[in-house]
């Protein structure tokens, strides 16, 4: 993501630590500290209904949030007053159509770092109940994923190695449908960049996916489930997924064609579009003269259940019931995980 906005800045724009207007890219709690006079900005995002708590204390730090979707901003409205809404890119120069081998089996594609969360069993469900002959589904995991399965049917093929960019390429291309039924994202980029490479693409109406559905080949609607995290997200209807999997499967050069017309389309998200749209919503920026630097922390109120007396970080604490104490949320995360916070 960071990529994508710096290589696509104008040259009326220049990065600078001392820069009157910060953005800190990443989870809110990630910031190490700003510039005393800093505009400072969190480009971030969350993929369930409700954010968690440390989002939420995080946020008052900044004087700005943006996310990448609608559903971001009407989920982090509800926890600040200043809410921007910049969708990502697709280097459209990269992530084209190219020429690779062409095979007579029908190939399904999907893939993702985390396996619930981007629907792969909801995929590979779908798949096995279909049955349908002279056909793979092809999973791209990330090396380090912990939540991928062992096992898997015989035409279902991991892809567990690490791919460079080039062949991350060649491998989407290879696909006669990418399949992309998450059930949270905060805007969805291999779904766009397949669209981009003019590969007909199943996605769920979830989350930021909601923000490009209208150029997918099929969209799958979604119930709501329990998040693995907090709150709710999209749970995509199976069988649904199945019906559109049968429809490109039958249809698999008139899909083709229908798919590379759609490919100008995703050029509204390329990333300049997105650039321009950041720098929109950011204030100008000067360059401040010897600013003070200002860590970043949250302080959090809390009670102890016991005495404690401990040395966290570079403090020490002594702590004991009934009163309540004002400390920095790495001491509260260990206080709490170590069972001594009330």
């Not at 291309?173 to 960049?193: H, T, W, Y």
């Not at 260990?334 to 009330?342: D, F, I, K, N």
Request: aromatic share 10%.
């Amino acid at each position: 993501m960071l990529e994508g906005f710096v290589t696509s800045l104008p040259k009326t724009v220049s990065l600078d630590p001392l820069a009157s207007t910060d953005v800190y890219m990443g989870t809110p709690d990630g910031a190490g500290g700003w510039h005393e006079g800093q505009h400072r900005a969190c480009f971030t995002m969350w993929e369930t209904d409700t954010l968690p708590e440390y989002f939420i204390r995080w946020l008052p730090k900044y004087d700005q949030i943006i996310v990448p979707c609608e559903h971001n901003r009407e989920l982090f409205s509800r926890h600040h007053d200043n809410v921007s809404v910049v969708p990502l890119g697709v280097d459209h120069r990269f992530w084209r159509p190219i020429e690779v081998e062409q095979s007579d089996t029908f190939r399904f594609h999907a893939g993702g770092s985390l396996w619930f969360r981007k629907g792969l069993d909801i995929v590979v469900k779908a798949f096995t109940a279909l049955g349908l002959p002279n056909s793979e589904l092809h999973i791209k995991a990330a090396p380090h994923a912990r939540d991928t399965p062992d096992r898997f049917p015989p035409n279902v093929v991991m892809h567990r190695n690490w791919m460079t960019i080039e062949a991350q390429r060649e491998w989407f291309n290879k696909a006669d449908c990418f399949i992309a039924v998450s059930r949270g994202e905060g805007f969805g980029l291999m779904p766009l960049q397949a669209i981009a490479s003019g590969i007909p693409t199943i996605l769920s109406d979830s989350t930021g996916q909601s923000q490009f559905a209208h150029l997918a080949f099929g969209v799958v609607p979604c119930g709501k489930s329990k998040a693995e995290s907090v709150g709710l997200w999209d749970e995509p209807n199976q069988a649904v997924l199945e019906e559109l999997m049968v429809e490109a499967y039958n249809n698999r050069e008139a899909n083709r064609i229908r798919a590379a017309s759609q490919i100008s389309a995703t050029k509204t998200f390329s990333w300049a579009n997105a650039t321009k749209k950041l720098i929109a919503s950011l204030p100008a920026g000067e360059l401040l003269d010897n600013p003070t630097h200002i860590p970043a922390t949250v302080i959090i109120p809390m009670q102890v259940r016991r005495k404690v007396n401990a040395t966290i970080g570079k403090q020490h604490w002594l702590m004991t019931p009934g009163e309540t104490y004002e400390v920095p949320e790495d001491v509260h995360r260990v206080l709490t995980e170590s069972g001594a916070a009330v």
